[in-house]
């Protein structure tokens, strides 16, 4: 049954009159129904950035600034897990099983189960060496991969790390055999995207030709990629 709510965009400004640091502040959320009427706006003034916004299949929608927030389809809010002021984090994960994944600047992984908005495990190797927090970006199995490493999903143990020939890689989207990964490599005066396709242990299964750079768009459910290739000037669409 198709519920009439939508959850729209995260709103910059810091309050209904914005003032001087609108332009740099992300920190009101808008719940807006299909008509786009607000059914109620969320305002953390202690944020000044927000990531994506995640949903549930039973319509409760989460999303973090300086806090997690977990609210209802109305509005209401469920639960609040506090992370502390001038925390910045990466996207956020939501696994089937209901917990929800994400980095922060505080240098912790942390899941945190949606039922009650508590930690469910959380683990050091949030930053990467310049201090950039890492990317959660996608769960294949047991295995939840924030940037080229690679942690079970269900306690945070560390698992290893991802690599093509020695070299790290990176994720990218995930289909039903495995998930595409990539690295950047100098090629004269610019850079390439390689791309290579993994099986869900990690396993080189086939890698993209060695020219220009490719960049996946989409992924069907029969395992078909629609990939793009830059080759300096243009670019060219491909199905694998």
Same mark, same amino acid.
């Given at each position: &049954?198709?519920?009439?709510?939508?959850?729209?965009?995260?709103?910059?400004?810091?309050?209904?009159? @914005?003032?001087?640091?609108? *332009?740099?502040?992300?920190?009101?959320? %808008?719940?807006?129904?299909?008509?786009?009427?607000?059914? !109620?706006? /969320?305002?953390?003034?202690?944020?000044?950035?927000?990531?994506?916004?995640?949903?549930?299949?039973? $319509?409760?929608?989460?999303? /973090? &600034?300086?806090?997690?927030?977990?609210?209802?389809?109305?509005?209401?809010?469920? %639960?609040?897990?506090?992370?502390?002021?001038?925390?910045?984090?990466?996207? &956020?994960?939501?696994?089937?099983? @209901?917990?929800?994944?994400? *980095?922060?600047?505080?240098?912790?992984?942390?899941?945190? !189960?949606?039922?009650?908005?508590?930690?469910?495990?959380?683990?050091?190797?949030?930053?990467?060496? =310049? @201090?950039?927090? !890492?990317?959660?970006?996608? @769960? /294949? $199995?047991?295995?939840?991969?924030?940037?080229?490493?690679?942690?079970?999903? $269900?306690?945070?143990?560390?698992?290893?790390?991802?690599? #093509?020939?020695?070299?790290?890689?990176?994720?990218?989207?995930?289909?039903?055999?495995?998930?595409?990964?990539?690295?950047?490599?100098? #090629?004269?005066?610019?850079?390439?995207?390689?791309?290579?396709?993994? $099986?869900?242990?990690?396993?080189?299964? %086939?890698?993209?030709?060695?020219?220009?750079?490719?960049? #996946?768009?989409?992924?069907?459910?029969? =395992?078909?990629?629609? /990939?793009? !290739?830059?080759?300096?000037?243009?670019?060219?669409?491909? %199905?694998?």
């Amino acid at each position: &049954m198709e519920e009439d709510y939508s959850l729209v965009d995260v709103h910059v400004g810091s309050g209904a009159h @914005g003032g001087p640091n609108r *332009a740099s502040r992300r920190n009101k959320l %808008w719940l807006l129904d299909r008509s786009g009427n607000v059914v !109620r706006n /969320v305002l953390d003034p202690e944020a000044h950035g927000a990531a994506t916004v995640v949903a549930d299949g039973s $319509g409760n929608f989460y999303f /973090v &600034m300086s806090k997690v927030f977990s609210v209802t389809r109305d509005g209401a809010t469920r %639960w609040v897990f506090n992370l502390g002021s001038g925390i910045s984090t990466s996207s &956020m994960l939501l696994s089937p099983s @209901g917990i929800l994944y994400f *980095a922060a600047s505080d240098g912790y992984i942390y899941a945190l !189960r949606t039922s009650d908005g508590q930690v469910h495990w959380k683990q050091g190797g949030a930053l990467r060496p =310049d @201090g950039i927090v !890492r990317p959660v970006i996608i @769960g /294949v $199995g047991d295995a939840l991969f924030v940037d080229d490493k690679v942690y079970r999903a $269900g306690d945070g143990t560390l698992l290893g790390s991802i690599a #093509v020939n020695g070299a790290p890689v990176y994720p990218g989207p995930a289909s039903a055999a495995g998930f595409v990964a990539g690295r950047f490599v100098e #090629v004269g005066d610019r850079l390439q995207l390689r791309l290579h396709l993994l $099986g869900k242990c990690g396993q080189l299964l %086939w890698s993209f030709p060695d020219r220009d750079s490719w960049h #996946v768009g989409l992924v069907g459910k029969d =395992d078909a990629l629609l /990939v793009r !290739r830059f080759d300096g000037t243009n670019f060219w669409s491909h %199905w694998y």
